[in-house]
Each structure stands twice: as structure tokens, then as C-alpha cells.
């Protein structure tokens, strides 16, 4: 078991890798293309689609990996629900984000950034678990990391080609990236895992657990990605701007740790209690020992920001090293957050990381127009200390019956 979840991991990081290095150059392009202003601006939206991404489907992704995980005769009938699902939801999505994106913009970019990130995102995202429940970690990791170097791509072209640099432009770019990945990633699952035919069934069992699959995940990106769309709104685009540039820079030190606490979903899923808790001791270590050595990384490597992104980013710089504090918090309640899932404790979960969200908002209110800035990192630090805390408890006591 332990060497075929090392290789998963191992396969895991290796195109998290790919990943990283595709949207790290991504971000220098754009930020030097957009300035402070522009990538706040273009940050806050992003974050803003990804959180309502979180409901597309109504949870049929993360059902699908928990139900072939366990059954994977199953693989057919979870494929085509999951399916309609996502697409019957995808109107509705857009229409929120647009009601709920800065009025200031115009309806063609906020338009674009909807079907990448509203539509097409999550979509890569269910063709994604599709191989992650049969663990072929390769293709799990890989379908994110083609949309990734096509968005650098898109990026590089806009960077060398369209002058004046037009915000509307890269928009449209962005979307068109969204629906060839989209594509790509359809097509990988109908070639390789070859989804039979079997007709529509969404149960009342079905609905009710992927609806807490769905409210789960909906929270989950709130927690992870709604910070920077309350620094844009409380901040505006300059704070915006710097402060995604330093937390984006942090996320590249924890990818490691994603690429672990993927590889060990489906066993958590699968896994009976006596090997639950040893498959806990071993990830504890692990995620413990990277956020040691990512945070070390992080200290050292934090000056680079100015060098790559611009002069308009050395106040990053500051910030990215105040956030080595984070990324043992942001390990740890992935992984507490995982396991309540595992454990069919989604109500529980969605509870955690709705006080986490509330607490998230009313620091957001207090300390951004207060510290600016370090008020940002403040409350990013501040909301993964409340819910770490709050998801341990939760598994504590569980296992305590």
C-alpha cells in the first residue's frame, strides 16, 4: 500500500510540478502585463468564479469519487449523472456571478471569466475525478496542468501581441483557453476510461449527498479563494493586486502538500478505521515536514518577487514571508476537512468551514481597512487557524465514539 501511494504522490507532484511552473510563469506575464491594479482587479474576479464553481453539478464530482472509489463497476452511471448535472447548472452559475461581480466592469469581461471559470474549470475538475477515483494519479494531475499551460500561453500572446494590453482582450483569451481544455479533458475520459452507456438516475440519496458534497465544496473555495475578492472589494486593486501576488507565491510552496491530500483521498474513502488512523500518523509527518521546509523556502525565496513580477510587487515580498505561517494551518485543515468527508460527515464539515467563512468576513471587515495589507494576510492566517482548530476538534471527537 505505502508504495503505491508513494508512486501516486510521486506522479502527483510531478505534474503538480508542471502545474506550478506553468502558472507561476502565468503570473509573472500577467503581472507585469497588468500591473498591481489590473492582476488585483483580474484576482478578485478569478476568486469570485472559482467560489461559485464550488457549486456546479450539485456535488456529482465528488460523488463520483466517492461512490467508483468504493464501487468502480459503478464508473458509468456516476460519469453521465455527474454530467447533465454540471451542465444543467452552468446557466444558473454564470447568472450569479454576474449579478454578484464589481458593477464597474464591463459585461464582456465579466462574461469571459464566467465561462472559464464558471463553466469550463469545473467541468476539467469532474474529468479530473473521474481518474482520481480509479487512482490513475497521472491523468488526475495532468488534465489541470494542460489548462494551466494553455492559460500561459494565452498570456504569452497577449503579453507580445496586443498592444496597450487591453484587459477585455486577455478576457477573451482566458476564455477561449477554458473551453479547448475543457475539450481536452472531455476527450481524454471518453478515450481512456471509456464511460459505457447507462441512462440518467440521480436518487433522493444521490441528491441529498451530493448536495452536501456540493455546500462543502462551495465553502471550501470560499475559504481558500474568497480573500482575495474581499481585498479587491475593501482594499481595491492595488492591495488586491499585491496581496494575490504573495499568496499565489505561498501556494506554490504547499502544492506538495495538495498533491499528497489528493493521493490519499480515495483511501480515506475506502480505508477501515485501524488503517484510517495509521494512513493519519504517516500524513500528519508528512505535511508537517514540508510546511517546515516550504516555509524555509518561502523565507528565502520571497525577495525573487520584485525581481520577476515588477518593482510594483517589493511590498510581496513582506507579505509572502508572513504567510510561511500559514501553510502548515492551510496543510492541516485540508486534511482535517478531508477526513470528515470520508468519515460521510459532510454536515459537520460544511458547519467547520461556515464558521471559518464567517470568521474570514468579519476579519476582512476589520483588519483590511485598518493594517491594509498585512491586515490581508492577517485574516488569511487567522481563518485557517479557526478552522484547523475547529476541523481536529471535530474529528477528535468523532473518533472518540
Known sequence: MRGRLARNTLIGTTWQAARVLCQA???????????????????????????????????????????????PQSFSRYWRQSLVLSLSSSGLLVAAFLLLSPPQHSWILVLAIACSDVVCAPFIVLCSHAFQAQEKMGWYSALPTINAFLRLVAALGFWFFVPGHDFSVYAMLHALTGLLSATIAFGVVLILLKPGPSPFVWSMEDARAGSAFSAQW????????????LALRMGGGDL???????YRFASVMAMPIIAFISAIQP??????????????????????????????????????????????????????????????LYGLRLLGTSVLTSQGRQLLRIGVECAGLGFMLLLAAWLIPLWGSIGAVTMAIGTEASVCMLAWAAVACYQRR
Do not use: C
Request: cysteine-free; glycine content about 12%; hydrophobic content about 50%.
Open 25 to 71: 510563469a502565468w503570473m509573472v506575464v500577467i503581472a507585469r502585463a497588468l500591473g498591481p491594479h489590473g492582476l488585483g482587479v483580474l484576482s478578485g474576479l478569478l476568486s469570485l468564479a472559482t467560489t461559485l464553481a464550488g457549486l456546479s453539478g450539485l456535488g456529482g464530482a465528488m460523488l463520483l469519487l466517492q461512490r467508483v472509489s468504493r464501487q
Open 218 to 229: 462551495f465553502i471550501g473555495n470560499a475559504i481558500t479563494e474568497l480573500d482575495k475578492t
Open 240 to 246: 488586491a493586486g499585491t496581496y494575490a501576488a504573495a
Open 267 to 328: 483511501r480515506l474513502f475506502r480505508d477501515s478505521s485501524g488503517q484510517r488512523k495509521r494512513l493519519l500518523r504517516h500524513s500528519l509527518v508528512a505535511i508537517l515536514g514540508w510546511a517546515f521546509v516550504g516555509g524555509i523556502a518561502l523565507q528565502l525565496t520571497a525577495q525573487l518577487i520584485p525581481t520577476l513580477l515588477g518593482s510594483q510587487f517589493s511590498h510581496s515580498a513582506e507579505l509572502a514571508r508572513w504567510l510561511a505561517l500559514w501553510m502548515p
